[in-house]
């Protein structure tokens, strides 16, 4: 079955970088979309950045968009999130998702609905 993997996260300070990057086992990279979100008490789970898996067509949240960079290697089965200028508004647990090896629609491709497998999260925190 497909496992996702994190690693990353952590304290920052806002200015600050951080990378986070997941590690999807189990079944084929190819043929997926794969996306981070990220959650805030209080908040939904939003949808921060995503990637086609081929083709490797970047969505970015209007939110991150110059700050984020999302990027892979399909040899490695990973996908990378370079953060920078983290802000306090950053803070939150950021989970890795990933479809079904169908894809996901055009324009819904940081929508929840559209990700069948979760990683268990990881915390970033962003201090002023």
């Known amino acids: 079955y497909v496992q996702l993997d994190e690693f990353g996260g952590g304290p920052a300070q806002a200015g600050d970088s951080l990378t986070l990057s997941c590690v999807l086992s189990g079944d084929a990279y190819s043929g997926r979309c794969m996306a981070w979100f990220r959650q805030s008490p209080g908040n939904k789970r939003e949808g921060v950045v995503a990637i086609r898996t081929t083709g490797a067509a970047r969505h970015y949240a209007a939110d991150v968009k110059g700050r984020f960079t999302i990027s892979q290697d399909d040899r490695k089965n990973t996908m990378t999130l370079q953060m920078n200028n983290l802000q306090p508004e950053d803070n939150a647990v950021y989970y890795c998702?990933?479809?079904?090896?169908?894809?996901?629609?055009?324009?819904?491709?940081?929508?929840?609905?559209?990700?069948?497998?979760w990683g268990q999260g990881t915390q970033v925190t962003v201090s002023a």
């Open positions: 998702a990933t479809t079904t090896r169908s894809g996901c629609v055009v324009g819904r491709e940081l929508s929840y609905g559209s990700y069948r497998y």
